[in-house]
């Protein structure tokens, strides 16, 4: 939110129940652990909190970016963090340990973090194309966007499994999620210019694109589910 913090709320009686987190900057990115029992949030800086659901009174804090933070995905047993920030790297994180598996330069690095307001950089068009991450729902597989292209990291080595490119052109990848079976990777792009806003579906194992839609101009892909 805008206002800087996180609010939790009951449901369905929609009464406010607590403060989750607050930062200094706009929110980014948050996600609840597939255990249940944590909530991931990152702002526009360089830090990541996880809150406990059963008690947010009590924080761990990860901080290891060297700018905002844009991006986060749960690994399927709750154990991993993966985060995408302004600074180029892609980091994941041991949750448990609060210590940093493997970080990887992936991404040009921004200067966002010296340009205008929090709120500006969290929607400036440089911050758009590292918005996309997750991993598969076996464990196995790290995708992450790249600047028109998508690469996939073997989780067991964090090398590189394959590159899914050629059906986003001229624009940023900035949404990432995998199908329930894994066997089908959805990807939707950006284009500051407006003009190639595009989906894609992946087939994973061929590595292929097999299906790609043009969005509407003007319109974007924030979010999806299933």
Same mark, same amino acid.
């Given at each position: 939110a805008t206002d800087k913090k996180v609010t939790i709320?009951?449901?369905?009686?929609?009464?406010?129940?607590?403060?989750?987190a607050r930062f200094t900057a706009s929110i980014s990115a948050l996600a609840f652990s597939p255990c249940g029992l944590f909530l991931a949030v990152a702002a526009a800086e360089s830090t990541v909190k996880i809150v406990p659901v059963g008690d947010m009174s009590s924080a761990n804090c990860l901080r290891n970016h060297a700018g905002p933070v844009r991006a =986060? !995905?749960?690994?399927? $047993?709750?154990?991993?963090?993966?985060?995408?920030?302004?600074?180029?790297?892609?980091q994941v994180w041991d949750v448990e340990a609060k210590s940093v598996v493997t970080s990887m330069d992936l991404l040009p690095a921004t200067n966002s973090s010296s340009h205008g307001s929090k709120e500006e950089q969290a929607a400036s068009p440089a911050t758009l194309g590292r918005g996309g991450i997750a991993f598969s729902p076996d464990g196995t597989l790290l995708a992450v966007s790249?600047?028109?292209?998508?690469?996939?990291?073997?989780?067991?080595?964090?090398? =590189? !499994?394959?590159?899914? $490119?050629?059906?986003h052109k001229d624009s940023l990848v900035?949404?990432?999620?995998?199908?329930?079976?894994?066997?089908y990777l959805l990807s939707a792009s950006y284009s500051p210019a407006g003009n190639s806003t595009s989906v894609a579906v992946w087939?994973?194992?061929?590595?292929?694109?097999?299906?790609?839609?043009?969005?509407?101009?003007?319109?974007?892909?924030?979010?999806?589910?299933g």
């Open positions: 709320w009951s449901w369905p009686e929609i009464k406010f129940q607590s403060f989750a =986060l !995905a749960w690994s399927p $047993d709750s154990k991993l963090l993966a985060t995408v920030a302004d600074d180029g790297a892609v790249g600047e028109s292209s998508l690469r996939l990291y073997h989780t067991a080595t964090w090398t =590189l !499994a394959k590159t899914l $490119d050629r059906a900035s949404f990432v999620r995998f199908s329930p079976n894994g066997l087939d994973v194992n061929l590595g292929e694109a097999i299906d790609v839609r043009a969005i509407e101009k003007g319109k974007a892909v924030i979010g999806a589910q």
